[in-house]
C-alpha cells in the first residue's frame, strides 16, 4: 500500500469504515492512486460509514446560522478546515492531491492547445461563473468588499495571482478566491450525490466520501451505489480477478467533462459530445414555447452527469423564455442517433418565410438542415485549427499537450459523424421528394427556349458579353421573370406557376435586394416587348427566396426550388 494511502485508510478503518483486506491501495505513475485486487474475488463492498461524510452537517457547524445548506458552503468548508490544519479529517485533507490538472487552472500558454474548441472558448466564462459564486457568498457574509470584477484580470495575472496557487492547493486565507477554486475543483472532481444517503436533500447537493474518492473512473464499471442506515455504500459484484483495479464509475463523460472537472481524458471516449450554444430573441423562444410543443428545448439538467451541476437554488420556470436567455445548448455524440432532431427542429423552425409556413415542410426543413450543417461545419473548421507555434520559453506541461490533443481529436470525431449524417438525411431526402425539387441545371437541360431565346430577349438592349450572374439565384429570378413575360412554362413545370399566383396574393413590398437587382440588370431603354418592370422582378425575386432553398457545397452554393405539398 501506497504511504500517502495508507495514512487515509487506517484512518477510515478506525472510523468504522468497511474495507475488504483483499484490496490494495498502490500509486501508479501516470493514474496516482489506484484500487488493485490482491486476488480474485466474486465481489465488492465498501462501506463509508455518516461518521467521515462531509456534508451540509459540517458547514452549517462551521458557518451557522447564515448557511442555507448549499454547495458554496461546502466549498468554503473545505478550504477553511484545510488552512486550519482540521484534525479531525486531517490524514483525508493530506491525501488530497497536490496537483490539479482541470483544464480551468492551465496557464494562458497551455490555454492555447485549446483555442478553436469548445472547452477553449468557455473556459473564462466558467471562472467567471465561480467568481461570481465567491464574491457573491463573502459579500453577504461581510468577510471582503473590494473583490474586483472579474473582467479586470488579464489572463496573465488570473493565472499568477489564482490559478496557478488553486492548481497546487496553496493560499493565505481560507475565503480567498484560490482558496474557493481550489475546494470547488476538489468538489467538482471527486463529489457524490447526496440524494443517495438523504432523498429529501436540495437537488444536486453533494458529498465528500473520504476512500472512496480514490477510486478511477470506468464508463463500463458496473458499480451500484446506495444507502445502508445512513452509510454510503459501493459496491460490485461482477467478479474481479487478482491484480484487476476497482474502478467506480463517474457516469457517462465525454472528454470535455473529464477534462474541465477531472483534468484527464480517455482516448476514443466514446461518449465525447460537442456542444452547440444557440442564442435568440426572448419573442422567438416565447412563440416557441407556446406554439411549438413538438420542439424541444433541452437544459443543462438534462444533459449533464456531474453531482452539482444542478442548481441548488430554486430554479425558473422553464416554460419562461427568460430560462434560455443566456442560450439554448445542444450536446451531440457519435452513440445516440437522434442527437440532431432537436436542433435540427429548431433551424427548420428559424428557417421559416412567414408564420403561415410550417417549419415540418419540405423547403424550410431543407433550409434548416443546409444551415445546421453551416453550424457544424464552421464549428469543425475552428477545431482543425491547431495553435500557433508557442514561444520557446512557455512552459507547457507534456500531459496536458496529451490531453489537449486526445480532447481535440475527439471534438473532430463527433463533428465528422454529425456532418455526415446530415449529408446522408439530405440525401435521403432528395430522393424521396426528387419530384418537388427544381434546380438550374434541370432547367438548362429541359428548357431549351429559355437558354437560346427568352434569356437573350431579356438583355437585347445591353451587350450581351458584358451580362454576368453572381449565382444561381439570379438566374431563377430571370427565369420566372422570363417564363412568366411569355406565358410559356412546360407543363412539368406548371406547379411553378400555380405556386406563383397563390403567393402573390398579398401586396408586395418592394425590398432593397430586389431594387439593387433590377438596376444591375434593366434600365430605362429597354424596349416595349420586353420590359420588365421593378414590381415584377420583386415579385419574382420574393417567389425565389420563399420557395427554394440554398444548398451548400464546399466552393459553391445552389438555389433549388421546391414545390409545395
Not at 451531440?332 to 410550417?358: A, G, H, M, R
Not at 437573350?456 to 439570379?474: A, M
Request: hydrophobic share 35%.
Amino acid at each position: 500500500m501506497s504511504q500517502e494511502a495508507f495514512e487515509v485508510v487506517q484512518w477510515a478503518r478506525s472510523k468504522g469504515a468497511s474495507i475488504p483486506s483483499q484490496i490494495d491501495f498502490v500509486r501508479d505513475e501516470s493514474k496516482g492512486i489506484c484500487t488493485v485486487c490482491k486476488e480474485d474475488l466474486q465481489g465488492v463492498k465498501i462501506r463509508i460509514p455518516s461518521s467521515i461524510i462531509i456534508g451540509r452537517k459540517d458547514a452549517r457547524g462551521i458557518f451557522a446560522p447564515r448557511y442555507d445548506g448549499d454547495n458554496t458552503g461546502l466549498k468554503f468548508l473545505l478550504s477553511f478546515w484545510k488552512s486550519e490544519n482540521n484534525v479531525e479529517f486531517g490524514p483525508y485533507l493530506r491525501n488530497l492531491p497536490s496537483q490539479l490538472d482541470s483544464a480551468l487552472i492551465w496557464s494562458p500558454d497551455e490555454w492555447q492547445l485549446l483555442r478553436g474548441t469548445n472547452l477553449g472558448n468557455s473556459i473564462k466564462e466558467k471562472l467567471s461563473t465561480i467568481y461570481s459564486e465567491w464574491t457573491t457568498w463573502i459579500k453577504d457574509r461581510g468577510l471582503s468588499n473590494d473583490s474586483l470584477d472579474f473582467d479586470e484580470f488579464d489572463d496573465q495575472q488570473l493565472y499568477q495571482d489564482f490559478l496557478k496557487p488553486a492548481s497546487r492547493g496553496q493560499f493565505s486565507s481560507w475565503s480567498s478566491f484560490s482558496a474557493f477554486l481550489w475546494s470547488h475543483l476538489i468538489l467538482l472532481s471527486r463529489a457524490f450525490p447526496e440524494y443517495i444517503i438523504d432523498p429529501h436533500c436540495h437537488e444536486g447537493s453533494v458529498i465528500l466520501l473520504p476512500l472512496l474518492d480514490l477510486l478511477n473512473h470506468s464508463a463500463h464499471s458496473k458499480v451500484q451505489w446506495y444507502s445502508e442506515e445512513g452509510a454510503f455504500c459501493l459496491e460490485q459484484n461482477d467478479g474481479i480477478t487478482k491484480g484487476q483495479e476497482l474502478f467506480n464509475n463517474y457516469g457517462a463523460k465525454g472528454n470535455e467533462e473529464l477534462l474541465a472537472g477531472y483534468g484527464f481524458v480517455q482516448e476514443d471516449n466514446e461518449f465525447d459530445y460537442v456542444a452547440l450554444k444557440i442564442k435568440l430573441p426572448l419573442k422567438t423562444i416565447e412563440n416557441i414555447l407556446e406554439n411549438e410543443p413538438r420542439i424541444k428545448l433541452p437544459t443543462l439538467d438534462d444533459y449533464t452527469t456531474f453531482a452539482f451541476e444542478k442548481s441548488t437554488d430554486k430554479k425558473k420556470d422553464k416554460a419562461d423564455a427568460s430560462y434560455f436567455e443566456n442560450g439554448i445548448r445542444f450536446f451531440i455524440n457519435t452513440q445516440n442517433e437522434n442527437c440532431l432532431n432537436p436542433l435540427l427542429d429548431l433551424f427548420s423552425y428559424l428557417s421559416k418565410t412567414d408564420v403561415t409556413e410550417n417549419w415540418t415542410d419540405l423547403r424550410p426543413r431543407l433550409q434548416g438542415l443546409q444551415s445546421l450543417r453551416a453550424a457544424l461545419k464552421l464549428k469543425q473548421d475552428q477545431a482543425s485549427i491547431l495553435p500557433d507555434e508557442l514561444k520557446p520559453s512557455a512552459a507547457i506541461h507534456p500531459y496536458r499537450q496529451y490531453c489537449a490533443g486526445i480532447y481535440r481529436q475527439g471534438q473532430l470525431r463527433v463533428l465528422k459523424h454529425a456532418i455526415t449524417s446530415l449529408k446522408q438525411l439530405e440525401k435521403d431526402l432528395f430522393t424521396q421528394h426528387k419530384h418537388q425539387l427544381l434546380n438550374l441545371k434541370k432547367i438548362l437541360k429541359d428548357d431549351a427556349r429559355f437558354v437560346d431565346e427568352e434569356l437573350p430577349n431579356l438583355f437585347q438592349d445591353k451587350d450581351q458579353d458584358e451580362v454576368s450572374f453572381d449565382d444561381t439565384f439570379e438566374l431563377l429570378v430571370l427565369w420566372i421573370l422570363a417564363k412568366l413575360k411569355n406565358d410559356s412554362f412546360q407543363e412539368k413545370h406548371e406547379w411553378i406557376r400555380k405556386q406563383f399566383k397563390v403567393s402573390i396574393n398579398k401586396e408586395q413590398t418592394i425590398t432593397e435586394e430586389a431594387e439593387l437587382l433590377y438596376s444591375h440588370f434593366f434600365s430605362e431603354q429597354q424596349t416595349t416587348t420586353t420590359k420588365i418592370t421593378l414590381e415584377e422582378l420583386n415579385d419574382a425575386y420574393n417567389f425565389v427566396l420563399n420557395n427554394s432553398f440554398t444548398r451548400s457545397a464546399s466552393s459553391s452554393s445552389e438555389t433549388i426550388l421546391v414545390q409545395s405539398a
